[in-house]
């Protein structure tokens, strides 16, 4: 008698799924709303979240991908305005990244304690009596730890950060703010192909390599007939590493030297093995922490092949 085949597991009840679903939809739900909330409040996440009445703004510097030492980084944002009639219930909002301090025609009318953890929560201040003229409304904004930013409105004079600022490092210079959200593109990008017109450039070998691999799986069932005494699994691992070998090959030729990440410090501790053939301490060098394997195998092959090369 042949054995029963096993019986099929019951369907998930209807109840269950929807259960599931709904439970998921609520997870994504609550953490949508943790994280906005983050967004908005929390210090601690630098994010310029847009609010009505204002613009984020910045300076103008160009962006660089490079590491960044420590140290405060500190901006003067101005811009002046005329008025017909006495402002005596002038009141400005201010958020600033991270600590923020205003004057009106060099008179310093607002300067909060240094609480640079509160930065996102928005300030007021009022302003003395402004008298009817020409004026000049100045904001110096602070960072310990990063660049600098700055959100204000004055009322009731309508008047809010915007393109229309100005901003310098040392009160001399000055030029127009960038609106944050304006963020430029690196300059190291323009020495690159657009995503779009680089995949139609590499579309027809993309396409062609497909149509290699699609025909190697079609046809390796097959090609045991005609090469019966390998093993397909021997057979494409030998192709695969010949072209891999022929791409690595290739490859070394292309690449400008020295280039790499943090290459400067494994340089470094190679030449230092190939100085005194011994280990570094951590405290000798950048790099001088890693593991030693790499970096004397790096300096017994610059030892052989410099034989063959002109010092």
Do not use: C
């Not at 099929?8 to 599931?20: C, D, H, K, S, V």
């Not at 690159?192 to 017109?197: K, L, Q, R, V």
């Not at 680089?198 to 097959?222: M, N, S």
């Amino acid at each position: 008698m042949l054995p029963s085949a096993a019986a099929a597991p019951p369907p998930m009840p209807r109840w269950l799924g929807r259960a599931i679903l709904l439970a998921l939809s609520g997870a994504l739900l609550a953490y949508s709303l943790w994280m906005g909330r983050r967004l908005r409040e929390d210090s601690a996440v630098i994010f310029l979240g847009q609010a009505a009445g204002a613009e984020w703004i910045v300076a103008p510097d160009p962006v660089s991908l490079e590491t960044h030492g420590a140290g405060v980084v500190s901006r003067i944002f101005r811009i002046t305005f005329a008025t017909a009639n006495p402002m005596p219930d002038a009141v400005m909002t201010v958020r600033a990244l991270k600590h923020v301090q205003a004057a009106l025609d060099q008179t310093v009318f607002f300067a909060p304690p240094e609480n640079l953890e509160k930065w996102k929560i928005p300030q007021t201040a009022k302003l003395p009596t402004v008298q009817p003229g020409a004026h000049e409304l100045r904001v110096v904004v602070h960072n310990p730890h990063g660049p600098v930013a700055l959100w204000a409105r004055l009322e009731p004079a309508a008047l809010s950060t915007g393109a229309t600022w100005e901003v310098s490092s040392d009160g001399l210079a000055w030029s127009p703010a960038r609106l944050a959200a304006n963020r430029p593109t690196p300059q190291i990008a323009h020495e690159f192909i657009p995503p779009w017109p680089a995949l139609v450039r590499a579309a027809p070998l993309l396409l062609g390599i497909a149509l290699a691999v699609g025909a190697a799986i079609f046809f390796a069932p097959r090609l045991g007939r005609i090469w019966p005494t390998a093993r397909p699994v021997s057979r494409w691992r030998g192709l695969v590493l010949g072209a891999w070998s022929a791409l690595a090959l290739h490859n070394l030729f292309q690449v400008p030297a020295p280039a790499g990440f943090d290459v400067s410090g494994h340089l470094e501790y190679t030449m230092h093995v190939l100085r005194h053939w011994s280990v570094p301490y951590a405290t000798d060098g950048w790099q001088m922490f890693q593991s030693p394997l790499y970096y004397f195998l790096n300096a017994s092959l610059f030892s052989g092949l410099k034989l063959f090369f002109a010092q």
